[in-house]
């Protein structure tokens, strides 16, 4: 008598790829591996197709989600490079995907209390006292440029990227960086409002004297309610 064959259940099916995916899976890969560097321009649909030994269809294909993705730009007459894959270049599709959905925008700012909190306490222990200064000389010139959102806004980014670094963890940076500027379409309205900036200039000054005071709990603390005035600022220009 023959022994009952056992059932087997696997956790999901094999899906097959079509042959677009696989050619941005290839692109993908070079440029993980550093093979394709920002800047590098890309052979032509034809060169591609015949290198790939894929149709020309195929590589349109994903060419234009390479696009999308923002790993690859066109440029005005002609021809494809890989793009310089910062977080403005990598971020375009969730940001667009962010500007439909309310409720990701409140995960977005919750994502960023936890990280910024986080951030602030490890650079109160390591960041170095220039930086310390850097971050002053910053405060004084946001309170003069505290009537030009446009100014005010790329000094408050230079003020998060040296608290950024000074976690002196280069992985929180990178987060650090990719969140901020997925939050900054929506910030460009929201400073606009009348005491949005005044407010994130106290949080600021604030943020500081915890970090000159080297207290991990008080700069974890600031940063956190720097990131919800920031959200509930945010939100009520989405109301109006």
């Known amino acids: 008598m023959s022994e009952p064959v056992t059932s087997i259940e696997f956790d999901a099916p094999i899906v097959r790829e079509s042959v677009a995916e696989m050619v941005v899976r290839r692109i993908l890969d070079m440029v993980k ?13 034809r060169d591609l197709a015949v290198s790939l030994n894929v149709s020309r269809p195929s590589v349109r294909e994903a060419m ?14 002609g021809g494809a490079y890989i793009s310089d894959l910062g977080p403005d270049a990598l971020l ?9 959905e309310d409720m990701n925008i409140r995960e977005l700012y919750d994502a960023r209390s936890l990280i910024e909190s986080d951030v602030a306490r490890r650079a109160a222990v390591n960041i170095s006292d220039a930086d310390l ?8 010139e946001q309170h003069e440029t505290i009537s030009d959102p446009i100014a005010f806004r790329k000094s408050d980014y230079a003020f998060h990227e040296i608290i950024w670094i000074g976690s ?5 940076k990178r987060i650090g960086e990719s969140l901020n ?11 606009e409002r009348p005491g949005v900036l005044e407010q994130s200039l106290r949080d600021h000054r604030r943020l500081l004297d915890a970090l ?5 709990n008080a700069a974890a603390a600031a940063a956190e309610a720097h990131m ?7 939100i009520s220009q989405a109301e109006d």
């Open 212 to 216: 000159r005071a080297r207290d991990a």
């Open 181 to 191: 500027v997925l939050g900054l379409e929506f910030r460009k309205r929201a400073s």
């Open 64 to 77: 234009r989600g390479l696009t999308v993705l923002g790993v690859v730009r066109t440029r005005q007459g």
């Open 228 to 234: 919800q005035n920031v959200y509930q600022s945010t």
């Open 92 to 100: 375009g599709p969730i940001q667009f995907y962010l500007s439909l």
């Open 33 to 45: 591996a550093g093979v394709l560097k920002a800047g590098d321009a890309l052979p032509p649909e």
């Open 168 to 172: 002196n963890n280069a992985f929180l």
């Open 133 to 140: 200064d850097r971050l002053e000389a910053l405060l004084t």
